[in-house]
């Protein structure tokens, strides 16, 4: 029976970062025959140049594949033949206000599963030479969880693929990937998530708007356009936002103690599966 292969799921945040980099130097094993980088085409343009930096320094190849462009794809609306209703495939988990000011939220997601999950096993089946029904184990998946995100561990679903979580076998935190990049003379990481990513907490909205305006008005901009696209539906009846208070990014004072009070539902980061 041939070895599985084992793949890194490179969402090129801290953590996956982190492990990638430890692998290129020999201290979580065996070498991976690859990354895979499951891009949305809406990151900011600091993961883009820390991912350009971060190939360069891996031994082994960083795939990157696409299903489309997120934020295009979210934009489209449907016409549903039995009753002309109008619907999209593609669900962002939007914060909603209704027209009598209930604040609620789509809980629905499924940008996660297709632009990002989806993508990333179809390569990996390929790498893997994965057959059709396959039932055993082709392909090892390390994925770039730490010990202080170890509830969103789960095993994979596909029988020909198994999960690996190397940061949790060292019992390493975020902070301890920061520390190690640090130690070891590399930058550090950037956030990995859409821009606007509506899981986003206060502190990375500052940061985008502080840091990387161009960036933190394209989420300004996806926000007005989601609302006119669904607000011209028949079926939608609530205002999405990318904020949790439901005022327009534009408006918010980050800095105020109920606009800090967001949680970040993230935990850490998306980091290739969204905090799935
Ligand atoms: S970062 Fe946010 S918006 Fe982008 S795919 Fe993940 S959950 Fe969806």
Not at 171 to 181: A, E, F, G
Request: charged fraction near 25%; hydrophobic fraction near 35%.
């Amino acid at each position: 029976m041939t070895e599985p292969i084992h793949i890194i799921s490179l969402g090129a945040g801290v953590q996956s970062s982190t492990m990638a980099l430890m692998a290129a130097l020999g201290q979580i094993t065996p070498m991976p025959a690859a990354a895979i980088f499951a891009d949305t085409q809406d990151e900011p343009a600091s993961v883009y140049t820390w991912l350009d930096w971060l190939e360069k320094r891996l031994p082994f190849p960083v795939h990157r594949v696409t299903r489309g462009k997120l934020s295009s794809a979210a934009l489209v609306m449907r016409t549903r033949k039995s009753d002309g209703s109008k619907f999209t495939t593609t669900d962002i988990p939007f914060w909603t206000l209704s027209a009598d000011n209930q604040l609620g939220r789509i809980t629905h997601r499924s940008c996660t599963a297709d632009y990002k999950i989806a993508p990333l096993l179809k390569l990996a089946r390929k790498l893997g030479g994965i057959k059709r029904g396959q039932k055993t184990v082709g392909v090892v998946q390390w994925i770039g969880i730490s010990v202080d995100e170890i509830s969103r561990m789960k095993d994979s679903r596909d029988q020909w693929a198994e999960h690996r979580w190397p940061l949790v076998e060292k019992r390493m935190n975020r902070h301890d990937c920061l520390m190690w990049m640090e130690r070891n003379g590399y930058p550090k990481p950037p956030r990995s998530a859409c821009v606007y990513c509506p899981f986003h907490n206060d502190g990375e909205w500052a940061r985008l708007r502080d840091f990387e305006p161009a960036e933190f008005e394209k989420a300004v901009q996806f926000e007005k356009a989601v609302q006119t696209s669904k607000g011209n539906t028949q079926n939608f009846h609530s205002t999405p936002f990318l904020h949790r208070s439901c005022k327009p990014l534009s408006e918010i004072d980050f800095s105020t103690e109920e606009e800090r009070g967001q949680i970040n539902m993230f935990n850490n980061e998306c980091e290739g599966m969204c905090g799935v």
